[in-house]
Nanobody, 124 residues
Framework: VQLQACGGGFVQAGGSLRLACVAS?????????TGWYRQAPGKERELVAY???????TYADFVKGRFTISRDNAKNTVYLQMNSLKPEDTAVYFC??????????????????WGQGTLVTVSS
């Protein structure tokens, strides 16, 4: 199983980016729950957004109303639309999947596969 996270880049505060997590053809990403994590320098990895196998979405409080997670089953891809970006959103963003029908799972140890990470830099 391979996950490829892409779409990161450099953006000014208030701008937008859309990240994509593309799964290899060996799996159906819809059969997995997907989480988008981020890790800033010197900080722990934190869960930002989550989509369950049923399509239910959950967000960390610090991104609610700004970020949207979605899934395109035909493209075997999960997206993270990030709007109104702030400098504190600067981090490496990772996608991860888990074989579970459960809801929000914040600990990285619950996830089975990880993408390689994509850097998001937001300037003030």
């Amino acid at each position: 199983v391979q996950l490829q996270a892409c779409g990161g880049g450099f953006v000014q505060a208030g701008g937008s980016l859309r990240l994509a997590c593309v799964a290899s053809r060996s799996i159906f990403i819809s059969a997995y729950a997907t989480g988008w994590y981020r890790q800033a320098p010197g900080k722990e990895r934190e869960l930002v957004a989550y989509i369950s196998t049923s399509g239910r979405t959950t967000y960390a409080d610090f991104v609610k109303g700004r970020f949207t997670i979605s899934r395109d089953n035909a493209k075997n891809t999960v997206y993270l639309q990030m709007n109104s970006l702030k400098p504190e959103d600067t981090a490496v963003y990772f996608c991860a999947i888990r074989r579970s029908s459960g809801s929000w799972a914040s600990s990285p140890r619950f996830y089975d596969y990880w993408g390689q990470g994509t850097l998001v830099t937001v300037s003030s």
